[in-house]
């Protein structure tokens, strides 16, 4: 099989067991906390070639449980008020935090169903913070991430 061919298959497999292709959801990491992939590698506890392999598609999976339950910790803390605004401090803290975890994954650590509904996230959202730094928090994110900006807005607004 041409390596092109493997490569798309790959991502496609991406798509299947994450959500959508690993480069993109390490991409996101690198932007928000604003570090090189090098350095992401090091909080995430897989080797920098590794993880460029996963990104490009060379490598279908991430073999170690624990590594994708950090690379899930960091998206979440993207969420966090302080990290989404850009708060260098709680970013290098929260990266701390994940990297020196010790995650273990099981069958009641991660839900069955693909991702919440989305009145339960909208709930979350509401639960974390107001209204008010809701549509502040979409206001900063929206050029870069319109679709979380717009997932914001609508909790801010929802009853």
């Given at each position: 099989m041409e390596a092109s061919n493997?490569?798309?298959k790959n991502i496609e497999l991406q798509r299947q067991w994450y959500g959508e292709p690993l480069g993109d959801r390490v991409?996101?990491?690198?932007?928000?906390?604003?570090v090189s992939q090098s350095h992401l590698a090091d909080v995430l506890g897989?080797?920098?070639p590794m993880l460029s392999q996963v990104m490009s598609g060379r490598r279908a999976k991430i073999g170690n449980p624990a590594v994708l339950a950090r690379l899930i910790m960091l998206e979440r803390k993207i969420l966090t008020p302080e990290v989404a605004s850009g708060v260098r401090e709680a970013m290098i803290e929260a990266m701390e935090e994940v990297r020196v975890s010790n995650p273990s994954v099981g069958?009641?650590?991660?839900?069955v169903q693909r991702g919440?509904?989305?009145?339960?996230?909208l709930a979350v959202l509401?639960?974390?913070?107001?209204?008010?730094?809701l549509v502040e928090a979409a206001e900063m994110l929206g050029e870069?991430?319109?679709?979380?900006?717009?997932i914001l807005r609508r909790a801010a607004?929802?009853?």
């Open positions: 493997i490569i798309q991409r996101r990491l690198v932007v928000a906390f604003d897989i080797s920098a069958r009641d650590d991660l839900p919440l509904e989305e009145s339960t996230l509401r639960d974390i913070t107001d209204g008010e730094d870069e991430f319109p679709a979380v900006a717009d607004t929802s009853v």
